[in-house]
């Protein structure tokens, strides 16, 4: 018997731990795209959901953003069913709502998060993590960009975060999956792409290499500390007071003043520093301020000693 090539072994056992609190009959969906990166997840996590008894199935989002789209999702979806797994196809139609990216992100969120699953598993890795670490960071972003990707984020869980690019390819061709290339993946006209062929090379040459695992590092550490300071903000009781704002640590206003434009329904994708900023100036620096206007049609005031959310006027 040929011995099990380590990347292999490597995403294998990121499966398990990312999934260790499913049981038998756990229902999870992985996320497939044709790509090396969601078909070496989709095998490794066979091999797993095998010896666990759960329930797994794949879902291909067809963007239909490049012609022969269906193609790829046809062979894709043979090679799944080639080692175990019901593959379900999705066509969507991408808006232009923030860009091509955004707007191809959405949609397929939005089908994904539809599913009926105990764990959706996307296939998200440490390359990733580092050039998504190194856009928030050339953004000016703060630390809720530079934090990078969560491992769980509800019932989305990404467990090939520590596994390179390059092991994903070699799982491909360890267990005889052949994937697919999206052009995209090479268009210099989007960032991520001159981040990932451009930047990320000359920083592993002039620092010596170990860039991205660095990069990886340090969102670890980052979501750690936003997750104490989360939870510290959410602790904090009546948090439209103008007195009790005041009196908080900038650092924990700020993620109280974000909660309450949250959950006034303000999109977070398009909620930036420049807004909270204004908001927050409505308890530090009070000169008689109308509103500030948020996304969404939400604006804050400031009523009495309280701040307050309402929808924003219909032509000003």
Known sequence: MAPLDPAVAAGRNLVRRALADLGPGSRVVVA???????????????FVAGQESWDLRAVIVDHQL????????ER????????????????????????????????????????????????????DQAETVLLGLG????????AGMAEVNGVFRRPFLQLRRSDTE???RATGLTWWTDP????????????????????EDVLGGGVAEALARTADQVRADGAHLDAIADAVEQPLDIATLAALPDVIRSRVLRRTALDAGVNPSE????????IDRLVTDWHGQLRIELPGGVACVRVGDSLAYVTTPVGG
Not at 92 to 114: C, F, H, I, M, N
Not at 139 to 146: D, E, L, T, W, Y
């Open 184 to 203: 995209h993946n090479a268009d210099p006209a989007y960032r991520r792409v001159r981040v990932r062929t451009e930047v990320m090379p000359v920083l």
């Open 66 to 73: 490049q012609d022969g789209s269906a193609d790829v999702v």
């Open 32 to 46: 497939v795209s044709g790509g090396a990166d969601s078909l070496a997840l989709a095998r490794v996590t066979a």
């Open 139 to 146: 953004r000016g972003s703060g630390p809720r960009s530079i």
């Open 76 to 127: 894709t979806a043979k090679q799944l069913a080639a080692i175990g797994i019901d593959a379900e196809a999705v066509t969507v139609d991408v808006g232009t709502d923030g860009g091509p990216e955004a707007a191809a992100r959405s949609a397929r969120y939005a089908v994904l998060g539809a599913q009926q699953a105990d764990a959706v598993l996307l296939a998200h890795t440490l390359d």
């Open 170 to 172: 070699q799982i491909c």
């Open 271 to 278: 909620l930036a520093a420049v807004h909270l900023a204004e």
